[in-house]
């Protein structure tokens, strides 16, 4: 079968034939309809510190996919062949004791599809069943193609109550965009994101953001001014630039909340006084809640929420490279490859 494969040790991927992989007990095998470029996909591409130290090479990547179940291992029951499903990326233990305490997000012993096992930008992949979660047909497949980072952003974004609240939000990456619009969807009221990028802040804004700041040219401080609010009562730190993260902290109201999903490099400090004396609440945001958040999202799609607008781009995936350059451009939203053939070259 055709998957894409790190298979040197230097910037790239590569088209390669590797077996169809065969799903053993508990397991399915998906033909693979949808896949989604991810920003760690990105950096398995340009084989920076973190893929380096982190990724063997052979490996296939990919793990943002909607697919077609073609075969059940043995076991499996609940799912047929011929559903259409998507999948949690992080297989979990099961065992550990946040896993028998019902919070496998937090376990330990995770292993990422397309980054410790091989991964969905191929023909087929193989996943357990317990990972699995099946796809309404009123949902379009592009759109349930990108579900895993819909899901970080709604993990993010409901972490707190939101109704009535002032949101801002540092970083429009695809991330930021959509939690932008589910703060909105779910009843902020002024929902602010800051970033460098105006195409990015543009899509922000169709997705439902109130307020875009471009803070090379505006600051944060002159809109709390304009907005005649205190300060804002939610935070989402979605950038992991250590400026921003500082001015988010500077401008929550006392008694704040935060949700940090982006990643602020080793040694980034921060004003504690900000944190101490507002008694604000940080929390650390990593993955989806399984599967309580897989259920808020479809349910979202399905009475309206637009996640079609951080879609912008839907490609063959003979076209990978060219999607692999839009992301390191910035000038995207979520970029879909099809592997039907159905989007012409």
Same mark, same amino acid.
């Given at each position: ?57 052979? @490996?296939?990547? $990919?793990?943002?996919?909607? =697919? *077609? #179940? ?7 029951? &609940? ?88 949101? @801002?939000?540092? $970083?429009?990456?695809?991330? =930021? *965009? #959509? ?7 779910? &009843? ?158």
């Amino acid at each position: 079968m055709r998957a894409l494969v790190k298979e040197k040790s230097e910037r790239g991927i590569w088209m390669a034939e590797v077996p169809v992989p065969e799903p053993g007990t508990n397991e399915v095998l998906i033909r693979l309809e949808k896949t989604a470029i991810c920003g760690t996909d990105l950096h398995i591409y340009n084989w920076d510190e973190w893929a380096r130290r982190t990724i063997r090479p052979g @490996l296939v990547i $990919g793990h943002e996919f909607v =697919g *077609i #179940i073609e075969h059940l291992g043995d076991g499996v029951t &609940g799912y047929a062949v011929g559903d259409r499903v998507s999948a949690e990326g992080h297989v979990v233990c099961g065992h550990c004791r946040n896993c028998r305490a019902g919070r496998p997000h937090l376990c330990p012993n995770t292993v990422g599809i397309g980054v410790n096992r091989d991964g969905a930008f191929a023909e087929f992949v193989v996943v357990p069943a317990s990972n699995l979660w099946p796809i309404p047909n009123e949902i379009a497949p592009e759109l349930a193609a990108f579900f895993d980072p819909f899901g970080n952003a709604a993990h993010c974004a409901l972490q707190f109550d939101l109704v009535g609240e002032d949101v @801002l939000i540092t $970083g429009a990456g695809p991330i =930021g *965009i #959509i939690a932008a619009g589910i703060c909105r969807h779910v &009843g902020a009221r002024h929902v602010v994101i800051t970033d460098v990028n105006p195409y990015r802040l543009e899509l922000a804004r169709k997705m439902g953001a109130s307020h875009t700041l471009d803070v090379r040219s505006e600051s944060i401080a002159d809109l709390v001014a304009e907005l005649r609010i205190d300060g804002f009562d939610i935070g989402l730190e979605m950038s992991g630039h250590p400026v921003a993260f500082n001015d988010l902290l500077h401008h929550m109201y006392h008694g704040g909340k935060v949700a940090l999903l982006g990643l602020l490099p080793e040694g980034t400090g921060c004003d504690w006084d900000q944190i101490i004396f507002k008694g604000l609440e940080l929390h650390g945001i990593y993955g989806r809640r399984m599967y309580e958040t897989w259920y808020k999202m479809t349910q979202m799609v399905l009475t309206g929420f637009p996640l079609q607008t951080a879609l912008t781009h839907h490609i063959p995936i003979t076209e990978f490279e060219h999607g692999f350059e839009l992301m390191s451009s910035g000038q995207c939203g979520k970029v879909v490859c099809d592997w039907t053939g159905e989007i012409g070259s």
